[in-house]
């Protein structure tokens, strides 16, 4: 079975700042999928960033990158130049495809942008 | 592109009272599907999913049931709802071209 942790419940950064949340994982499978989504108080929850562990490139997708080590089994997420609309519970989640592609989520990291 | 809708967005329920919650999906076939309940404050948890019509998963004992009578719907409900099942419901698909999941708006139970 397959964990995710999110040691940080909550952080707060500055706008025009950059943070970096963390999550790491335990699996024993070698191909899988890795995810941040984001949660705004909509609670619509909205997918920010994939990673596809056979791939060593980190994902980027304008202000949000990665930095995935595989061997760490780490996967944290930087929110570079952050905007008052990155507030949000974000989520880390892990997807293997021979477990008929079920999510396993982490606990969340509550992000809080100030002026 | 492929579009959730869940119905309703929000719902207040007696305890004892029957639940059930529909979502649909448009723009694909043969989805694989998922409920999950998140409740206040915390993650996710994954109740059920499915891989075709009629064909359910549970993934933890409770109150609830899921049904899936067409490809692209799919159901959960209960005969007698608990306290314990408020919560926020969410749907999920897979975009089986890119192995990930995107989400429905949710509804929000809240059983009093």
């Known amino acids: 079975a397959q964990t995710v942790t999110q040691s940080q419940p909550e952080m707060s950064v500055q706008e025009a700042e950059t943070v970096t949340l963390s999550c790491t994982y335990d699996?024993?499978?070698?191909?899988?999928?890795l995810f941040w989504y984001k949660q705004p108080p909509s609670r619509q929850m909205i997918l920010v960033i994939r990673q596809e562990a056979y791939k060593q490139q980190n994902a980027t997708e304008n202000r949000f990158s990665v930095n995935f080590q595989k061997a760490a089994k780490s996967f944290s997420l930087k929110i570079s130049d952050s905007q008052l609309g990155d507030t949000a519970m974000y989520f880390c989640a892990f997807l293997f495809t021979g477990t008929a592609s079920k999510l396993t989520f982490g606990t969340g990291t509550r992000l809080q942008v100030t002026l | 592109s492929q579009t959730i809708h869940q119905w309703p967005a929000t719902l207040v329920q007696p305890v004892g009272s029957p639940l059930s919650l529909e979502c649909t999906v448009e723009g694909t076939s043969n989805p694989n599907l998922y409920w999950y309940r998140q409740a206040a404050g915390r993650g996710l948890q994954l109740l059920f999913y499915?891989?075709?019509?009629?064909?359910i998963s549970s993934e933890v004992p409770q109150n609830l049931s899921a049904s899936r009578p067409q490809d692209r719907q799919f159901i959960l409900s209960s005969k007698k709802l608990l306290l314990s099942d408020s919560g926020f419901y969410l749907c999920a698909s897979l975009r089986r071209e890119r192995n990930e999941q995107f989400f429905g708006p949710g509804t929000r139970l809240t059983v009093l």
């Open positions: 699996t024993s499978e070698n191909n899988y999928y």
């Open positions: 499915s891989v075709g019509i009629g064909q």
